[in-house]
């Protein structure tokens, strides 16, 4: 993945995507450069419209939704509680941009 965000942040930044290039992303990022896999990358990315792709691709799905048994029902009283502290970020929140 951190290979893709390389690619991705070139591409943001208006640079060409390159082996290169990428490699000193992932070395200043930490990570342990394979060459094999930037020079595939770089191959596979090739005549990609990278803004193209980005806007048909296939958004991530949700996080499937927990469906509750008897078991694992909990009491309202504590999903009130959950739900105070979300509602007192979101003033704050408010407060800062007025």
Known sequence: ME???AALLLHKAGQK???ASL???LAAAGV???EAKVKALVAALDGVDIEEALK???LAAAAPVATESKEEKKP???EEKKEEPAANAAEGLG???G
């Open 3 to 5: 290979y893709i965000y």
């Open 95 to 97: 407060a800062l941009f």
């Open 17 to 19: 995507i390159d082996e």
């Open 23 to 25: 490699n000193k992303i």
């Open 56 to 58: 048909t691709a296939p």
């Open 32 to 34: 342990k450069v394979e």
């Open 76 to 78: 309202e009283e504590k």
